[in-house]
């Protein structure tokens, strides 16, 4: 006699099932037990494991998918901006910006600050003057302003913050970052890389509860990215505060996602602890939900400021010398850094957005990989541009490429990086099919809050397929010799991330055994129109098996 199979917490049934299960790539059901899929089959398969207390769920023929897993995602600063701080668009205008902050401001206490975001990478290079500036404290009425670009590598600020960081006109720069000033060498208020850490220091010093704020940030950040589908994701840069709010929020059975933490080995753009201190403290509370599995290493910036590390020099500007970039480390070091993370078995996101910064990481993974073996993932982020000779090295040395879905069409971003990168190498960037076809893994992350004010992860998605900003108004394609089929993309979303974070064994695949995160939607993404993808709504979330979000107690986006 057959044993009696396992009664399910939960039967899901009556639609399309994608696995990405390569030996069973579509099913008709899946039955959850105990926050893990217990089957995934047809639906008679499945009807098995019904028991008197199986709640079911008939999907009424909608498309159900694994849980989307985002690689690449800054919690605390994407969190803070939907839960506090003022909304601005990419695309807004210099008058835009300064009629929302002096909207805002009017709200304010007369010494508040203003922060928000996200400014226009176009815009911010357009900020030359001192003029700027002075706009900035008229439209605030003299509060400290702190304003992030799509980068969130640079900042502009009002005079009033200036004072409270303690910057005047004969500062310096600081190592790593710049005040910028225009022809009379007055300052505009924008800041340059680390000089934004400055600032970020002045307003934190202004929050009466800095801790409570932190959870929800954090909190706010989970719920929109759970109403997107989204059940795991890689925090890209993480410092011991939003570490504490996280694992608060599992404490108390709060937390409806699975992180992989990535700890910066080197002063960032926020306070704290760094290096062998923070892996140190975050290691020893490592969870099931919160994995510090991961360093961030940053070796340039980015190609608006100039200060990716390029191959070949920049566009040539009237009275400026030629440049390729920065680097800010050498290969010795780097190769020191890729050595501790073998002794200490921790992976690493590299931050490298140039074919410069790219050879540089690959050549020090070289050397450690021939030396030691293998070892710990490595995550090359953002990997725009690569040289043809480096592409076949992102497989053969086991180093993924993490990707940005909102840098790879045309926008705004694209429209500031061509003012200042070659045309042909922009012409070539984001080469996903051929990293594909050379059997590298392509993790797509949204960098929320980056680029965009949403990790609506449908946008990105279809823009793999098509090349094409969604917006109709935005035309013209990038490299569209590099598009990818529809399963492709969503395994870049899916599958590849869960892979690359060290949970290809827990989640990205809808197989038994692994956790019951998983999505329906709206829409079957894999017959619509391509350019339809980026409509497409959850209508519902499971993270181990618990439904987190359903579209009839919508989340507010920002």
């Known amino acids: 006699m057959s044993p009696t199979p396992l009664a399910a917490d939960l039967v899901v049934t009556g639609g399309r099932v994608w696995t990405s299960d390569p030996a069973r790539p579509w099913a008709e059901a899946l039955a959850v037990r105990d926050g893990l899929l217990l089957d995934v089959g047809t639906v008679e398969e499945v009807a098995r494991h019904r028991g008197p207390d199986t709640e079911v769920h008939d999907l009424a023929g909608a498309l159900v998918l694994p849980g989307l897993v985002d690689g690449h995602v800054h919690l605390n600063l994407a969190g803070a901006q939907a839960a506090f701080e003022l909304p601005l668009l990419p695309s807004d205008s210099l008058d835009d910006v300064l009629a929302k902050v002096r ?19 176009t815009l911010l290079g357009q900020l030359a003057e ?17 304003l992030r670009d799509d980068t969130m590598h640079n900042r502009w600020v009002s005079s009033r913050a200036l004072e409270l960081m303690e910057v005047g006109p004969d500062s310096p720069d600081v190592e790593g970052g710049r005040y910028v000033r225009d022809d009379a060498g007055r300052l505009t208020g ?17 929050v009466a509860d800095p801790q409570a704020r932190m959870r929800e940030a954090v909190a706010t950040a989970i719920r929109v990215l759970n109403s997107y589908g989204i059940t795991s994701v890689q925090e890209a840069a993480t410092m011991g505060a939003p570490l504490a709010a996280l694992r608060e929020l599992e404490a108390e059975g709060e937390l409806t996602l699975r992180v992989v933490a990535s700890l910066p080995v080197r002063p960032f753009l926020e306070d704290g602890a760094v290096g062998g201190e923070l892996i140190a403290e975050a290691r020893a509370q490592r969870s099931e939900l919160v994995r510090p599995d991961f360093v961030k290493i940053v070796l340039d910036g980015v190609p608006m400021t100039r200060t990716t590390a390029l191959l070949e020099p920049y566009l040539c500007r009237h009275g400026e010398p030629a440049t390729t970039g920065d680097l800010y480390y050498d290969l010795p070091d780097l190769v020191a850094e890729v050595e501790r993370c073998h002794d200490l078995g921790l992976g690493a996101k590299f931050h490298a957005t140039g074919d410069a910064s790219v050879r540089l990481v ?24 690569v040289h043809p000779d480096d592409l076949p090295r992102f497989a053969a040395l086991d180093v993924v490429a993490d990707a940005s879905p909102y840098i790879w069409f045309p926008g ?12 042909e190498v922009v012409a070539a960037s984001w080469p ?14 949204s960098d929320w809050p980056c680029a965009a004010p949403t990790p ?19 035309p013209g394609t990038l490299n569209p010799g590099q598009a990818l089929t529809v399963q492709e993309a969503v395994t870049a979303f899916t599958t590849h991330p869960a892979e690359a974070m060290g949970l290809g064994d827990v989640t990205g695949r809808l197989t038994p055994g692994r956790s019951a995160d998983f999505i329906v939607l709206d829409r079957d ?11 497409t709504q959850v209508l519902g979330t499971w993270f181990a098996g618990r439904l987190v979000h359903t579209a009839d107690r919508p989340t507010t986006h920002p």
């Open 103 to 121: 909207a805002w401001a009017g709200r304010l206490e007369p010494d508040a600050w203003v922060v928000g975001g996200i400014l226009g990478s």
């Open 130 to 146: 001192e003029r700027h500036r002075l706009a900035l404290d008229e439209a605030s009425g003299g509060r400290p302003v702190l």
């Open 190 to 206: 924008v800041l340059h890389e680390l000089a934004s850490a400055r600032a970020e220091s002045a307003f934190a010093a202004s």
């Open 362 to 385: 690959l050549d020090a993974v070289e050397q450690v990989r021939a030396r030691r073996g293998p070892g710990p993932r490595f995550q090359i982020a953002h990997a725009e541009y």
């Open 412 to 423: 705004v971003i694209q429209d500031s990086i061509a003012a200042h990168v070659p045309e």
């Open 432 to 445: 996903f099919r051929d990293f594909l076809d050379s059997g590298a893994v392509v993790a797509a992350g």
């Open 456 to 474: 609506d992860p449908w946008t990105g998605l279809e823009a793999m397929v098509t090349r094409r900003n969604p917006d109709p108004a935005v």
């Open 525 to 535: 993404v894999f017959t619509v129109d391509p350019t339809q993808v980026h409509a």
